[in-house]
């Protein structure tokens, strides 16, 4: 049994930044990636990045070149630098782990409860 437990979340102002956090022992596998998700209020899920086995990252469009992700396999957890928060950054930021990487969120097999980021204006 794998658990998820996301930290680092809060409320900042435009243009500052924040890590998330995840503490997951046992969640590394092979041929699998973990994942950051968020979700606003009224939208759907999205993923905003992803690292694989091999420690090859992908972040979303939407967030390139402001997010990015990373992983510490000593500590057994996983990263997301936010940078250059805006107030559309506002949402639930969830990690999740043992997913089909590009398989979108249907495929990831664990879940933490997710940490709240408020970012006003």
């Known amino acids: 049994q794998v658990q998820l437990a996301e930290s680092g979340g809060g409320s900042v102002e435009a243009g500052e930044s924040l890590t998330l956090s995840c503490a997951s022992p046992g969640a590394f596998r092979y041929l699998y990636c973990m994942a950051w998700f968020r979700q606003a209020p009224g939208k759907a899920r999205e993923e905003i990045a992803r690292i694989d086995w091999l420690g090859i990252t992908k972040v979303a469009d939407s967030v390139k070149g402001r997010f990015a992700i990373s992983q510490d396999n000593a500590k057994n957890t996983l990263y997301l630098q936010l940078g250059g928060l805006k107030p559309e950054d506002t949402a639930m930021y969830y990690c999740?782990?043992?997913?089909?990487?590009?398989?979108?969120?249907?495929?990831?097999?664990?879940w933490g409860q997710g940490t709240r980021v408020d970012v006003s204006a």
């Open positions: 999740a782990a043992v997913g089909t990487c590009g398989g979108g969120s249907e495929t990831y097999e664990y």
